[in-house]
């Protein structure tokens, strides 16, 4: 986005626009692990998110250049998502979100040093261990 065409005069404002939303992470996370997923596939995987949730999530992720849209010509209509380059250019930025995160709501994660990924995708909502967190790798 050019300067002149930016949304935001705060550059950190910018950046949060592009994640913020309830699933945004969830799907990049998703995407990032699993690679290309269909819709019905990417929905099951979250589990509690609805499809016309999930739709406007990802209608705005790919408007936001985070995800391409795929439609697979094969008799019925098929679509698939994928992280673009943008996408995966946030993932070290998710992975220190997601440390911030451990450590100011006390709950414990395992951090695998070498696959953020997984780390983002894996964290323990386990609040058993409250007051203390725990990096860990696997």
């Not at 250049?65 to 008799?75: A, E, I, L, W």
């Not at 992280?83 to 995966?88: A, P, S, W």
């Not at 451990?102 to 894996?122: N, Y």
Request: proline share 3%; net charge neutral.
């Amino acid at each position: 986005m050019s300067p002149q065409n930016a949304r935001y005069n705060c550059s950190i404002d910018a950046a949060m626009s592009v994640i913020e939303g309830r699933w945004k992470g969830t799907i990049i996370c998703m995407l990032a692990k699993d690679g290309t997923l269909r819709f019905s596939a990417l929905q099951r995987k979250i589990g509690e998110i609805t499809s016309r949730i999930l739709s406007k999530q990802l209608k705005e992720l790919e408007s936001d250049g985070m995800v391409q849209r795929t439609v697979v010509p094969d008799g019925k209509v098929k679509v698939e998502y994928s992280l673009t380059e943008k996408g995966r250019s946030i993932l070290p930025v998710l992975e220190s979100l997601a440390r911030w995160g451990a450590m100011h709501q006390c709950i414990q994660v395992i951090v695998p040093e070498k696959d953020a990924v997984s780390q983002l995708c894996d964290l323990d909502r386990n609040t058993s261990g409250a007051g203390s967190v725990e990096f860990a790798e696997e």
